[in-house]
């Protein structure tokens, strides 16, 4: 079983890395999950991670007090806006902008109701 959560925290890594350049895809929810796996496979790689220069703080401080650093709030909202904007600019149908300004303004409303790391 320890195998299969080494290769789910890589892959979750992975996706945290891909993240981390594409606007769509979240890096910190994929970056968690990735410390949880780790947590239950591989005591070295959970300690990689966490005492990672980059990532390492934003584990830490979701975990001790479920924080999110204000430039990450920031960064949140600058994609959410983008990726909204890029919708509206190629014209998708008013049903599918809908439900992507409810479903991203929820997101935006939990990342900002969240306490500053």
Request: charge should be positive; proline fraction near 5%.
């Amino acid at each position: 079983m320890r195998v299969v959560w080494v290769v789910l925290g890589v892959f979750c890594m992975a996706l945290a890395m891909i993240g981390v350049v594409l606007p769509l895809l979240p890096t910190v929810p994929f970056l968690l999950l990735a410390a949880f796996c780790f947590a239950r496979s591989s005591e070295r790689l959970h300690d990689w991670l966490l005492s990672h220069q980059i990532f390492g703080p934003m584990i830490v401080d979701w975990n001790t007090s479920g924080a999110i650093r204000p430039a990450a709030k920031k960064a949140a909202t600058l994609s959410v806006t983008a990726v909204f904007g890029m919708s509206l600019a190629l014209g998708l149908a008013s049903h599918i902008l809908i439900v992507q300004a409810v479903t991203l303004g929820a997101v935006l409303i939990f990342i900002w109701t969240r306490p500053s790391g």
